[in-house]
């Protein structure tokens, strides 16, 4: 049970405060949100005690090992994003309030009396989003918490290595998401087929790549043109697989298309697929490279343009146009999920994949919510990981 | 078989010159193009005789009734369209060339002795598309052609009118894409839901009115703003049966939301399905007044801008965008145009459905091919129909 340490300490009963565990309380701090706004304005952190003698049978306890700040987390705090988490006042909170945070990793320490799949020690991550992942402890019924294999357990497994708390607490949205797009739509033969996607050195670029060199799917990669724009593709080709790279102005360039269709025609297959996060002419560009009957799903906008397809591409090639939301697909199927996580896992910890690495900031005894304040003002410069 | 006049008087063998048929040869005017440019400079008249008493025994003998010039007719010759007939000798040119014109209704004056489907004074359209409609008689298998009531046959099966020759001339464009549209892609429950479209003064989009009035649809038809925007919202409603028209500003205005959301709510549906055939901010409009998980189809681009989505319908409210080609869907799926005509030739003779007026230009002994170059020219002004 939740035993609010602030605004509810009403509900602190006679008996609790008679029992011998009244000393085992465990505190965790937890950054929350009652309205939304821009998150050096709204977080504040929130304290409350857990009474880990006193849970449920199916209950477990969770250590926080770290959590990223996403951009849709920052979104969601500031009332802009289509999914979000429910305001309660479970957590004594004198308003209802929301945890922050979608994705981390955690620890179990303390399960209760019926839980079948975790034992003390095992690692986890949220079964679902709007979890409230910016905490430092958190009880929750085992049912919302995935196991992942800590670093030991792996180690027993025969794996080459165990994962990594960024690793863990960053596998829900970019990896799923460039894996889920890759295998979930469209059938790409090993060996032949193409995709292309517009980002490639965003996270879920370098993921894609990565991970259709795993499946055998070659890739075009498009960025922005820049000085050093020839360390950039050779780092995309040999760091992250992808199979050539290409500028913004290739993508856009009539005089281009026969040497991408040279590049397709060598491999027997079709560029079935393509990525966009951009919008705009990228997308446009993107999109003529598709073969007859290809798909071209839409996951972020980074230039604020819409999606743009030329008309004769719909009708004449029947080139479709769709989005890709990793939390809406996931929430109608959660053994995708398990699946996926699965196969993620396994090249972590194959050493197959890299991750994106994220800057650390380390909690200590700070205020919570100054911690992530600061990191969401440090997102512009790379992405932010929490470690408690 | 093909006995041609011109070029081709080589084919006439010495056997046919003997035989007491030869005088009873039928001479079609055909209009030909052998390479691809402006109608005016490409498009020539060529006759050739059918020897109309030696055809092959699965073979019919049609004369023309009527056939349209569509847009998609003119980017054939002008050789800007994807789909093209094989130009060929076959019609004794001394070039490879093809028949302009695709749709067309014809009447049968001669079967082969194994031909089943057909008997003379039959009607009949094409089967698919490439027919080559634009000539005065044409000889071809019978499984080239689909039949359709003759107004004789629909008075004999107790129907109220029969088909006029340009209800049969145009059938399997314009109104065969409107009820495809309909009835394909997204179910559409009858007395709820709800489809919206751009172009709702087009031929397409009067009959998507119409079709949709028919099956129980509603429908929001979305106009450009005119001096006399309210006769046309009159028409579009009480002769069309569109439920609601708007205009485009109205389209694009976030205030106008609202509104579409109280019509909408006042039925107990979704809109589930947009029609765009104009393109740019209109498309992301109707785009916009999707219910999540519905769908665009995308079947013209009258404004020549790309078709334009925000981003946030693709990822947030899963909203699809896909093109439609009547050709193409019909191709790999000839049943599915049988059964369409047949519906809408219900429709026509039962008098609920009004077909889009043609302009027509009767042929007599004027130079074909400069009958269609006129007509291609006064396209402009509305469909033209050459009737023969």
């Known amino acids: 049970m939740f035993v609010p340490t ?34 050096k304005d709204v977080l504040k952190t929130h304290t409350y005690e857990i009474d880990e003698n006193n849970i449920k049978p199916n ?21 802009v994003y289509p999914s979000q988490p429910e305001k309660t006042t479970q957590l004594g909170t004198s308003e209802p309030s ?22 003390v020690g095992d690692w986890a991550i949220p079964t679902s989003v709007n979890f409230g992942t910016w905490r430092s402890h958190a009880l929750c019924e085992e049912g919302k918490m995935m196991k992942v294999p800590n670093p030991e357990q792996s180690k027993q497994a025969g794996k080459k290595q165990g994962l990594t708390i960024n ?9 799923l998401t460039a894996y889920l797009m890759l295998t979930h739509y469209v059938k790409l033969t090993p060996g032949k087929d193409w995709f292309i996607q517009n980002g490639g050195n965003s996270a879920v670029g370098k993921f894609a790549s990565q991970i259709g060199k795993l499946l055998g799917i070659h890739s075009i990669s498009v960025v922005r043109d820049r000085p050093e724009i020839e360390e950039l593709k050779k780092e995309l080709k040999e760091v992250c697989g992808a199979t050539q790279v290409i500028t913004e102005e290739q993508n856009n360039s009539k005089d281009f298309g026969p040497q991408v269709k040279q590049w397709v025609k060598e491999t027997g297959g079709e560029i079935k697929l393509a990525l966009n996060c951009v919008g705009g002419k990228s997308s446009a560009g993107v999109a003529r490279k598709l073969a007859p009957n290809g798909l071209m799903l839409t996951y972020g906008g980074m230039s604020f343009q819409p999606v743009t397809l030329p008309t004769s591409l719909h009708i004449f090639k029947n080139v479709t146009s ?41 909690w200590g005894d700070q205020d919570l919510a100054q911690v992530f304040i600061d990191a969401v003002a440090n997102s512009k410069s790379g ?3 929490v470690k408690f």
Chains 1, 2 share one sequence.
Request: aromatic letters at 6%.
């Open 98 to 119: 929301a945890v922050g945070g979608n994705e981390g990793l955690f620890e179990i320490i303390k399960i209760g009396s019926d839980v079948k799949g975790f034992q």
């Open 6 to 39: 602030v605004a509810g300490k009403r509900f602190l009963t006679n008996q609790l405060r008679k029992s011998p565990q009244f000393t085992r309380m465990l505190t965790s701090h937890a950054v929350i949100f009652s309205s939304h706004g821009e998150p």
């Open 167 to 175: 690793q863990g607490a960053t596998l829900s949205v970019n990896p």
């Open 383 to 385: 992405k932010q990981l």
């Open 322 to 362: 769709a989005g890709f939301w990793v939390t809406e697909l996931l929430k109608s199927d959660p053994n995708l999920k398990r699946e996926t996580v699965d196969k993620i896992v396994e090249w972590y910890t194959s050493g197959e994949l890299l991750d994106a690495p994220s800057k650390e900031n380390q």
């Open 59 to 79: 209950e477990i306890v969770l250590k926080t090992l770290g959590a990223p700040v996403n951009p849709s987390d920052i979104n969601q705090v500031q009332g």
